[in-house]
């Protein structure tokens, strides 16, 4: 087994795993006519995504707490920059709202200039949910482990191709910091989301990838793709047979992505507290945590200081994790 140094090797954690956070919703709001039309929400990533799923699932109970129709529109780019500066640009009533993630806040120190600012140019609501990535290669690779992968990219460095959905992404910075740990060299091939990475991996375009696991498990479970370790915590509950980085020997290597609800600065305090316990109401439904939970995510509602606070830590995170693997802002 590959060893890399342990005190490196505790400065690479990536993500948090703590989710159980306490909830302060505030009472007595006095009630308005929002919302009184469509609200649009903006998910900046590639249809059938991790976010793409996690927003249409949410979205649909939404709806029936609001009373209004929550449309979900797909605004792919730039690590999800575009859809970002979209909305930061957007009116602040209440009717545009941004899927807002771990990539949101990785941006704005991958990218020179993102076109926004994570933590001023939003006011961030509340977490939905995490999810754990998982690493996958083609089954006629004939690897079934992560050590064999970094064994072969030892014996060819650079020539194994990885793909990520682009520059930033949880997928991007996993793989970088597995690439460090183990002192092995790669390929980044990006992709303008998770979906196109894993069907060029289908496809054989490239040799493996890291993906959010909403996206990989259908082609694990179909066998079209074998998944070597998922990065969380613990085994993801849709891949029990699959073990951690943590128990193949990288107990630091954790990856958790996260994402949550955004609306543009200067939004309405009263607006901000309507969508948040509509939110949080949401996420409490049986059938909506279900649906989560079978997508390969875990509903993990969040205060809205707390939610913040998670993506700070990412841009700090992302910025010290730069250092370490030597990578320039794009």
Known sequence: MIKANLQRRKTLRFGSSMFCLALTPHSGVAQSAWPSRPIRWIVPFLPGTAPDITVRIVAEGLTAKLGQPIVVENKAGAAGSIGARQVAKSAPDGYTWLYSSTTLAASTQMYKAPGYDALKDFEHISRLAVSDVTILVHPESGLRSTKQLIERMQQAPGQLNYGSGGVGTPAHLGAELLLYTTQSKATHIPFK???????????????????????????????????????????????????????????????VSFGGVSVPAGTSAEIRQKIFLAVHETLSMTTVREKLVASGSLPAASSSDEFIDQLRREVNQTSRMMKIAKLEPQ
């Open 193 to 255: 989301g998770a979906v196109e990475s894993v069907n060029a991996l289908i496809g054989r375009q490239i040799d493996f990838t890291f993906a959010i696991s909403q996206v990989g498990l259908p082609h694990v479970k179909s066998g079209r793709l074998v998944a070597l370790a998922v990065t969380g915590c613990q085994r993801n509950g849709q891949l029990p047979n699959i073990p951690t980085l943590q128990e193949q020997g990288w107990p630091d290597l954790v990856l």
